[in-house]
C-alpha cells in the first residue's frame, strides 16, 4: 500500500479516487465492500446489456490510456452474438512518461477495478479477462492476484456470478519493463507470448481481430474503474460532471517544476492550464517563470509560455469565429487541447520554468523513444536513435547550424509512416520543441549549451 | 530493443518441485494457449535462477512446446530480463524527465559511488543493459524508463520496494534496509 495523505483540493471532484485516500482504507474485499462496493456489479446484472452499453454511450465516457477514443462506441464494435469468443484486456502498463494514476488504483483500490471489469464483461459478453500490469509494478500484481482469489471466493467471480449465470475468470499477466507494450496491438502479443511488435491497423483492429484473433476489447485501467460509477451516478449525471463530449472526472497527474506536484481528479475541463498550475499545485518555485508545458504525458506537443493560440468557436448566431487564446487560458480537456493542437493524453502535465534547457528536455525525451522504439519499422528504429543523437550531440557541443531543420526533418518523415503510434508519440516532442524554440535551438546548435540547469 | 550476447554462462540447473508448481500453476492462466505463459515462466525463472542462461531458455521452450529461438527472442526484447547476474540487490533508479529534472543522474551516480561501482561508463543513454554490479556481487544499479512516480520524483525500485522523493543524503540509510 502506498500511502496517501493529502486531503483533496477544493475544485476536485473524488469519484475514482473517492475512497483511496481516506485514512484506514485497504484493499481488501471487506473494506471495499463496507464502502458500498460490488452494488453496481449487482445491480448491471439485472440489465440488459445493450443498456449497460448505451449507458456508457450517453455518458460521454473517453479513454483514458492516451488516445480519447469513446468507450461506449468501442464496445458497440463487439458483436455480442456472433459465436466467437470475446475478451477484455485492461492495460495497467501505464509507462507514458509523466503519467501516474493506474498505479494507485491497482495497488490501493483493486477491488474498483474487478467490479468496473465484471460490468465491462457482462455488457460485451466476456469469459475470460486479463490485467495486463507492468513488471515495475510488482507489489501491484500480488495485490491485483489477492483481490481476484477474493471476489472468487464470494462467488464475484468465476462461474454463475451473483447467480445470473454469467461466468467471468480474471487473470493478471506481468510484462517485462517494454514501453511499447502499453500500445495495444503490441499489448496483445505480449500477452499471446510473443515479441511485441505492434501489429498493423488495418486489419488488426483488436475489436476484430484481438486476442487470439477474436474480438477484443482493450480499455486502460482508470477507464474501466469509470463504468462503475456511469451506473453509479446514471449518464446523464456523470456526463454533466465533464464537458461536452468529455464526460467525467479526469485525473490529471502534475510532475515537473510546481511547489505540489501529484495527481489531481477534476471534472473533466474544470479548470484552465493557469488555474492547474497556480491554483491547484501551488505555483512555481519561488522567483520562476514559467516556460514549457507538456499537457497530456511526454508524446503530447509541448505548448510554450507566451503562446497565443488562434481557435475557432461558435459565435451566438451559430457561426464560426476565429479567438485568440493565450497558452495559459486553454481548458484541460479532450477538446480543447485538441483544437489547440496538442491533446489531453493520458492526462501527465510536465511543468519546465525557465531554469530548463529546452535541448536538454528534449534530448531526455529523445532518449526514452530511442531505447523503446520495438524496432520494427525503419522510419522509428532509425529516426528515433537519429533525433537522439543529434540532441545528445548538440548537448556536448557538438552542434551545426542545420542541426534543427535536420531534427525536425528527420521527425517529419517518421510521423505517419509507421505501424503504430509510436512514430507519432517519439516525432511529436522533437516537431514541437524545435518549432516552438527555435532560438534556443538554433543557439545551442551555433554555441553550444548554455549551463544545463540542476535544481 | 538491447542487444546481448548470444551465447551465456549456462548454470547447472535443477527445477524444483514447487518451482514447477508454480509454473503449472501459471500454465492454467492461459486456457486458450500455453505459449501466453513465456512471459510468466520467464519471471518465475529470473526471480529464481537469477538470469536467463541458454539452459533455462531451452528448459521454458520444452515445457511450452516451443522453440528456443520463441524464448530467446522475448530474453532479447525485454529489458527486464538479463542474460548474466545482477546484485542480489537490483537498484532501479529511474532516467525519464521528471525524474531527472529532480536529479536522478546524480541520484543514480552517488548510489554508484557508495557501491563502489564505477560510474564511468555512466553517459546519460547507457540504460538496460549491461547492468553494472558491486565488487562484492551484492548490489547493481542500472537506469530504467519512468516508473510511474513522477510526481514524487526523483523515484528508484530497489527490489520490490519503490521509494520516492529521494535525496542523496538519504542513500545510507536506503542501503542499510539491504544489508547482505
Ligand atoms: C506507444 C504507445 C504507448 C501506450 N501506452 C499506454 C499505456 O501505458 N497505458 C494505456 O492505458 N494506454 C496506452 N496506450 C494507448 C493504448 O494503445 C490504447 O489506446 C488504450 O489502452 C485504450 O484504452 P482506453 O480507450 O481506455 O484509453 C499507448 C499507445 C501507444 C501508441
Ligand atoms: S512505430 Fe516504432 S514502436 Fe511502432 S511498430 Fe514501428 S518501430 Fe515499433
Ligand atoms: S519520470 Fe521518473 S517516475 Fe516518471
Redesign the pocket.
Known amino acids: 500500500m502506498i500511502s496517501l495523505t493529502r486531503p483533496p483540493h477544493p475544485k476536485e471532484r473524488r469519484v475514482i479516487f473517492e475512497n483511496i485516500f481516506k485514512p484506514g482504507y485497504a484493499p481488501d474485499i471487506d473494506t471495499y465492500i463496507s464502502h458500498g462496493g460490488y452494488e453496481q456489479a449487482r445491480k448491471a446484472f439485472t440489465m440488459t446489456p445493450e443498456e449497460i452499453i448505451n449507458i456508457v454511450k450517453a455518458s460521454n465516457l473517453r479513454?483514458?490510456?492516451?488516445?480519447?477514443?469513446p468507450?461506449g462506441v468501442?464496445w458497440s464494435f463487439i458483436k455480442r452474438e456472433d459465436g466467437k469468443p470475446h475478451y477484455i484486456v485492461v492495460?495497467g502498463?501505464?509507462?507514458?512518461p509523466g503519467?501516474f494514476k493506474?498505479r494507485y488504483i491497482l495497488h490501493n483500490d483493486p477491488h474498483q477495478l474487478i467490479e468496473g471489469l465484471i460490468i465491462s464483461a457482462f455488457a460485451v459478453n466476456v469469459q475470460l479477462a486479463y490485467i495486463y500490469i507492468r513488471c515495475e509494478f510488482p507489489k501491484a500484481a500480488k495485490i491485483m492476484t489477492q483481490a481476484i482469489k477474493e471476489a472468487k471466493e464470494r462467488g464475484f467471480l468465476g462461474k454463475n456470478i451473483f447467480g445470473s449465470g454469467f461466468d467471468l475468470d480474471i487473470y493478471v499477466h506481468q510484462g517485462a519493463g517494454a514501453?511499447?507494450c502499453?500500445?495495444?496491438t503490441s499489448l496483445l502479443e505480449s500477452l499471446e507470448g510473443k515479441r511485441p511488435y505492434p501489429r498493423i491497423k488495418p486489419p488488426y483492429f483488436p475489436a476484430v481481430l484481438g486476442l487470439y484473433m477474436s474480438p477484443t476489447v482493450?480499455?486502460?485501467?482508470e477507464?474501466i474503474c469509470h463504468v462503475k460509477h456511469i451506473l453509479r451516478l446514471g449518464a446523464e449525471e456523470y456526463a454533466k460532471m465533464g464537458s461536452p463530449g468529455d464526460g467525467g472526472t479526469r485525473t490529471l497527474c502534475v510532475s515537473g517544476d510546481v511547489m505540489n506536484p501529484g495527481f489531481y481528479e477534476l471534472p473533466a475541463g474544470a479548470v484552465t492550464l493557469k488555474e492547474l498550475i497556480y491554483d491547484i499545485c501551488g505555483g512555481l518555485k519561488p522567483g520562476r517563470k514559467l516556460k514549457a508545458v507538456i499537457p497530456g504525458g511526454s508524446?503530447a506537443k509541448v505548448m510554450r509560455a507566451e503562446e497565443v493560440y488562434k481557435v475557432k468557436t461558435k459565435a451566438e448566431d451559430g457561426t464560426m469565429v476565429e479567438k485568440e487564446l493565450a497558452m495559459l487560458d486553454v481548458v484541460m480537456d479532450a477538446n480543447s487541447l485538441a483544437a489547440v493542437g496538442t491533446m489531453i493524453g493520458?492526462g501527465g502535465v510536465i511543468v519546465m520554468d525557465d531554469t530548463r534547457s529546452m535541448v536538454w528536455t528534449l534530448n531526455n525525451l529523445n532518449l526514452f523513444y530511442a531505447h523503446e522504439s520495438c524496432g520494427q519499422c525503419t522510419p522509428c528504429r532509425e529516426g528515433s536513435l537519429w533525433m537522439a543523437k543529434m540532441t545528445t550531440r548538440m548537448l556536448h557541443g557538438g552542434g551545426v547550424a542545420t542541426d534543427p531543420d535536420t531534427l525536425k526533418n528527420v521527425a517529419d518523415n517518421i510521423a505517419g509512416r509507421t505501424v503504430?503510434?509510436?512514430g507519432e508519440?517519439c516525432a511529436w516532442p522533437t516537431q514541437s520543441f524545435v518549432i516552438k524554440f527555435r532560438d534556443e535551438f538554433a543557439q545551442t546548435a551555433q554555441n553550444g549549451p548554455s549551463a544545463p540547469a540542476k535544481v | 530493443m538491447q542487444s546481448q550476447a548470444t551465447t551465456t554462462n549456462r548454470q547447472a540447473v535443477t527445477v524444483p518441485a514447487d518451482l514447477e508448481a508454480e509454473m503449472d500453476e501459471m500454465i492454467s492462466h492461459y486456457p486458450v494457449s500455453k505459449r501466453s505463459a513465456s512471459l510468466p515462466l520467464l519471471h518465475l525463472w529470473q526471480n529464481h535462477f537469477g538470469y536467463i542462461d541458454d539452459g533455462g531458455v531451452e528448459w521454458i521452450a520444452r515445457k511450452l512446446e516451443l522453440q528456443p529461438i520463441n524464448i530467446l527472442e522475448l530474453v532479447t526484447f525485454y529489458p527486464w530480463f538479463r542474460q548474466q547476474a545482477a546484485g542480489k540487490t537490483v537498484i532501479r533508479v529511474c532516467r525519464t524527465l521528471s525524474c531527472a529534472m529532480a536529479g536522478s543522474e546524480d541520484l543514480k551516480n552517488s548510489f554508484c559511488k557508495a557501491l563502489k561501482i564505477p560510474t564511468d561508463h555512466a553517459g546519460n543513454g547507457d540504460h538496460g543493459a549491461p547492468e553494472e554490479v558491486s565488487p562484492d556481487g551484492e548490489y547493481s544499479v542500472e537506469f530504467v524508463e519512468c516508473l510511474a512516480s513522477c510526481g514524487s520524483a526523483p523515484v528508484c525500485l530497489i527490489n520490490d520496494d519503490l521509494h520516492e522523493n529521494v535525496s542523496e543524503t538519504a542513500i545510507p540509510e536506503i542501503l542499510s534496509q539491504y544489508k547482505k
Open positions: 479513454g483514458r490510456g492516451g488516445a480519447a477514443f468507450t468501442k492495460n502498463d501505464e509507462s507514458e503519467t493506474d514501453y511499447i502499453g500500445e495495444e482493450v480499455n486502460n485501467v477507464t508524446s493520458s503504430c503510434a509510436f508519440a
